[in-house]
């Protein structure tokens, strides 16, 4: 009995102190743990930071055969390519074909020959458009085919005839070596000018139009170089001298694109007795040019067109030139550049003296006499 009332009186003591004496150890052992656990939170943070901060240096990989480090971009693109040309090969007689579509860049590295000039292509080219009714210029009235929403509509029929009349012209100049001036100086109108007069062995000019290049072509182009070529268009040498003294070249044949903004020297061609190939509107004179092509000026399409056909005309002209100087047929008068051109104008003098003397002869003209005497001092003096 005592010890029970003395547990009941002194448990509540022994068991505080063997609690506060078991619990020690153990908080002890757990405010370990949770100090370490805080330490490799912030090691973690900091080496995640410095990874951060640090920027990564990839290292190519190297080609064991070739032993040259890899361009992962390159070899993307490659891979890529290959990719593309082996689903060809493999899917390539599968689908669909691509019908004929419009090209454009095909007008100037490619264009029409004359023998491919159709309806279709002018109505593609929108070369059946003309201006507004109230721009309309009356010599245009045969070419007009009708009125369509306040719009003159040219007739592609005419417009082929012309195309093909002019194509014809252009090949005969060239087959006998002249000299071709393409012009057109609109926006956009550089390259198939360019394009049509390399191919028919002419000059371009797509900037403004120096007024006198033509009428007064000694003091605008007399300092421009000339050269002299064969029948084969290969230049010969050792003419300097007698060019220097040469007047300045004018073309045997000039094509305009633009004829309304070209009116100044579409004239100078008239009054030198040039002829001209133009593509006329209808807002445009028909008489301004020797060979007129009625379509539409505005439109870029139309221009390629016609300028393209026109240049494989000056081309086929030259090739046949080219094919016929092989075999040793000229068609053409070479230029005379004899050092004593003097000397045969005399002699051109003294023939005509004689011719008209033979022919006062034969005509019984009284004093003929007198005037062979004439002749013979001349030739004794």
């Known amino acids: 009995m005592i010890i029970r009332h003395l547990f009941l009186r002194q ?3 022994l068991r505080r102190v063997t609690l506060k004496s078991w619990s020690r150890p153990f908080a002890t052992e757990l405010d370990t ?3 370490s656990v805080e330490n490799s939170l912030k090691e973690t943070h900091s080496i995640e930071a410095l990874l951060q901060n640090h920027t990564a240096t990839h290292i190519p990989r190297i080609d064991d055969e070739t032993h040259r480090t890899f361009d992962y971009k390159f070899d993307a693109i490659v891979r890529k390519h290959l990719a593309i040309k082996h689903q060809q090969e493999v ?3 599968y689908g669909g074909e691509i019908a004929p579509h419009y090209k454009p860049h095909e007008l100037i590295t490619n264009p029409p020959s004359p023998s491919q000039i159709t309806l279709e292509l002018l109505l593609a080219s929108q070369s ?11 010599m245009n009235s045969r070419y007009i085919f009708g009125i369509r929403q306040g719009i003159h509509i040219i007739s592609l029929d005419v417009t082929a005839s012309h195309l093909r009349r002019a194509c014809r012209v252009v090949s005969g100049v060239a087959e006998r070596a002249g000299l ?7 926006p956009g109108q550089d390259r198939c000018v360019v394009n049509a007069a390399r191919l028919a062995g002419g000059c371009h000019l797509f900037e403004r139009w120096i007024p006198g290049s033509i009428t007064n072509g000694n003091q605008i182009l007399g300092g421009c170089k000339k050269k002299v070529v064969d029948e084969h268009d290969n230049e010969i040498e050792g003419h300097d001298d007698h060019l220097a003294d040469q007047p300045a070249l004018k073309p045997d044949l000039v094509i305009c694109l633009n004829p309304l903004e070209n009116w100044v020297m579409l004239r100078e061609c008239g009054l030198n ?25 505005d439109s ?3 221009v390629q067109v016609i300028a393209g056909v026109l240049g494989r005309a000056g081309e086929e002209g030259r090739l046949r030139r080219r094919g016929k100087a092989k075999t040793g047929r000229i068609t053409y008068t070479p230029a005379d550049l004899d050092v004593d051109a003097d000397e045969g104008e005399e002699d051109d003098d003294e023939e005509l003296l004689d011719e008209l003397h033979k022919l006062a002869v034969r005509s019984g003209v009284p004093g003929t006499e007198g005037l062979a005497g004439t002749i013979e001092g001349g030739d004794d003096s």
Do not use: K
């Open 33 to 35: 743990l949770e100090t």
């Open 273 to 297: 007795q040039i002829p001209t190939i133009g593509i006329i509107d209808t807002d445009a004179n028909p008489t301004w040019v020797t060979y007129p092509i009625p379509a539409n000026d």
């Open 300 to 302: 870029l399409r139309c």
């Open 128 to 138: 059946h458009l003309g201006h507004s009714t109230s721009l309309w210029n009356p």
């Open 11 to 13: 448990g509540g003591a």
């Open 91 to 93: 899917g390539g007689s």
């Open 180 to 186: 071709i001036l393409f012009v057109g100086n609109r």
